[in-house]
């Protein structure tokens, strides 16, 4: 099973810029989708955006991201990355990284990001 590994969380201010790191242990390419997810304290574990492996990009709009959010992978480096811009409170939470099969999620320990107001 991939392994995965975030890096890049922490405590920023609201206007405030983050940049997420996933590292993948195999080839990206081997992997049908891979993704960030949010959960934010006392609720459940959401979808952000996620990237598929013929490059296509989906960001949920439930989250309000768009514009703010950028999702990216470098093939080199079998990384995927979450630019997160102009963050605002309600963006604090544990990020994790997934890695999307026909069976379900791969996930990486999450990194907390705490946006203060």
């Known amino acids: 099973q991939v392994q995965l590994v975030e890096s890049g969380g922490g405590l920023v201010q609201a206007g405030g810029s983050l940049r997420l790191s996933c590292a993948a242990s195999?080839?990206?390419?081997?992997?049908?989708?891979m993704g960030w997810y949010r959960q934010a304290p006392g609720k459940q574990r959401e979808l952000v955006a996620r990237?598929?492996?013929?490059?296509?990009?989906?960001?949920a709009d439930s989250m309000n991201v768009k514009g703010r959010f950028t999702i990216s992978r470098d093939s080199a480096k079998n990384t995927i990355s979450l630019q997160m811009n102009s963050l605002k409170p309600e963006d604090t939470g544990v990020y994790y990284c997934?890695?999307?099969?026909?069976?379900?999620?791969?996930w990486g320990q999450g990194t907390q990001v705490t946006v203060s107001s």
């Open positions: 990237i598929f492996s013929d490059g296509s990009l989906n960001y």
């Open positions: 195999t080839s990206i390419f081997s992997i049908p989708a």
């Open positions: 997934a890695a999307t099969y026909v069976w379900g999620n791969a």
